[in-house]
């Protein structure tokens, strides 16, 4: 690096306990510096600043972006051409200039001075007022002259925009970044809208630091960058918290060959960085960068222009795709899934995707008259989107499509609750007798598919049931609760009264729902289960499923839908097919879970999809 003279190479700093009192120190320097010098202070003088305070803003609130009670100013640094009071306090008043036009900023400066100096007069002879406009604070920044920066970050607020205190954070957080990095800080910059002086109470304090990582042997850049970030970020939390300012910094964290690489790219980002940032602290690059965009020497190549016209037309790919999978995944289970929980409601056993629209229209719309037909024709549509796109009947889905299709399925999910209500109604009207033998057929039916057993007694079901799911952690405690106290209503001889009826209903429904979450946890960990991944070629991904009596292959997971199936029996593969996914998922369902092992013949077939340089990935 620049400053260093030696050759050994730098190891990024981590946290140590000396830090700690390090950054306890700069707080207790920061705290002291307001608290002796400046609270008592405005303590002593408040009335009185809130008075000056409010007379310059009843003339100039449009232009005023802050007031601030500043702590004494060093003798060397006084500025000749500012007044001096014995014994006032200096005010900071500070001006927004960047929409100034009608004069020059020297005499905007010279003419408020004087009628702000005259508004002190008037209120007290204590007040002595600096008037700075905004362009002169940044062009101090530029001149690398920060101590009014220091000044502000330890003066006290009176009056503020957002700006002062945007300043206070961003100074205080710098210092302390300084403190423990400073051979690696190139540049501490300040962005966004504060610049133009728009900041607002509400406003993101905006700023970006470069590290230089040119002298870095011992880790790489990325390894360099990724912990001083998270200490830098860390320290912008404690800054806020130090100050008691509800600004959030925003920090960007770049390394210098990033820095210059994005700018080689024309990263538009770091564009506007370097056009509109002002620098804190810079050790002669940043302002060097400045000037050479101002200038226009700082160009993107044709390289980069190229790369971002292709860039459009990828991103409109992806959002395509996206599109289509919003179509494809998102409301198709948005719909499907709330109509299954319907159909288990009314106490049909969980449907797949194509019997729930059949099951919708007999049961619902025609048998009981409970839903209107139109709405099952939603859902209806919602599948047949879904498999037209995995059938490849169709490549992608219209935004048109989507719009839509987000309008029906919110008018179907708000009747799928009255339907709900529906049914809760009709079931008022059911004996407790039902309603509790479907309750134990259901655990019955899970213990069934979840063990070997042939048949299950009603004696053994909550004893099964705890040793099964309850202890193995698959399902809550709740479901066990909710379970036994249907049985235990089972085993009451007197009659239940209207209040344990609804408390009993509830229960039931509790289970049911708990029953539903264990049944498509234990889908999910059996596709999961003879789903094997495949790394090939260049960073490429598919993924292979051996079943009973098929193998399932996809040489891209982001293409789920482009499937191959191959027959597979007496451990002889077959002729390659075109497949889907609810063929695979069916087979998976289906299969034994000691079928998915991965034999030579298999292997053989991988070698000969996926090509001899493969990987695969466990776990």
Known sequence: MAKKKSSTSKKAPDKSKGQDSKDKSIADKVGKGQKNQVQKNIEKMKGTLDKFSKKVLSKFEDYVLGVCLMPPE???????????????FDVLVLIDDSDSKKMKKEELKERLTKIIRGMADEVSDQINPDVLILS????????????????????????????????????????????????YIVSYVLAGSLIQGKATEKSDVDVFVVIDDTDVKRMTRTELKDKLRAIIIGMGYDAGQMTGIKNKLNIQVYILTEFWDSLREANPVIFTLLRDGVPFYDRGIFTPWKQLLKMGKI??????????????????????KKLTDIGMEDLYY????????????????????????????EIFVKKENMLEKEYVDT?????????????????????????????????????????????????????????IDNTIAVARDL????TDKKKVDESEILDLFEEYFVKSNKVSPSAFKALKHVLDAKKKKKKLNKVEIQKLRKKAMDFFKLATEQLQRKK??????????????????????????????????????????????????????????EEMEKCILESKESSSGINPQVLELIEREFGKDFDIMLG
């Open 74 to 88: 060093k003798k060397d640094d006084k500025d000749s051409s500012k007044r001096s009071k014995a014994d006032a």
């Open 334 to 361: 948005a719909l499907l899934t709330p109509s299954q929980a319907a159909l288990m409601t009314y106490g049909v056993a969980p449907p797949t995707p194509r019997e729930t629209v059949d099951l919708m229209r």
């Open 136 to 183: 002169e604070l940044w062009t101090m920044c530029f001149d690398a002259k920060y101590d009014y920066l220091q000044r502000i970050a330890k003066g006290a607020i009176v009056h503020d925009k957002g700006m002062l205190s945007a300043i206070k954070i961003a100074e205080i957080h710098k210092t302390m970044v300084l403190s423990k990095f400073e051979k």
């Open 524 to 581: 999910s960990r059996k596709i999961d289960y003879h789903k094997v991944k495949v790394r090939y070629g260049k960073d490429k991904v598919g993924f292979i499923v051996v079943c009973d009596e098929k193998i399932f292959i996809n040489k891209d997971v982001t293409k789920s839908e482009e499937l191959s199936m191959f027959p597979y029996k007496d451990g002889k593969i077959g002729t390659k097919k075109k497949s889907n996914l």
């Open 299 to 320: 160009k993107p190549s044709q390289e980069s222009i190229d790369m971002f016209l292709s860039t459009g037309e990828k991103v409109l790919q992806r959002a395509r």
């Open 379 to 435: 859902l209806a549509w919602a599948i047949k989107l879904r498999k037209d796109v995995e059938h490849e009947e169709r490549s992608s889905i219209s935004g048109k499509e989507v719009d839509d299709l987000l309008k029906k399925a919110d008018e179907y999910l708000k009747r799928i609750n009255k339907l709900f209500e529906q049914i809760q109604a009709r079931k008022e009207k059911e004996s407790v007798s039902e309603m």
């Open 447 to 450: 213990i069934l598919d979840e």
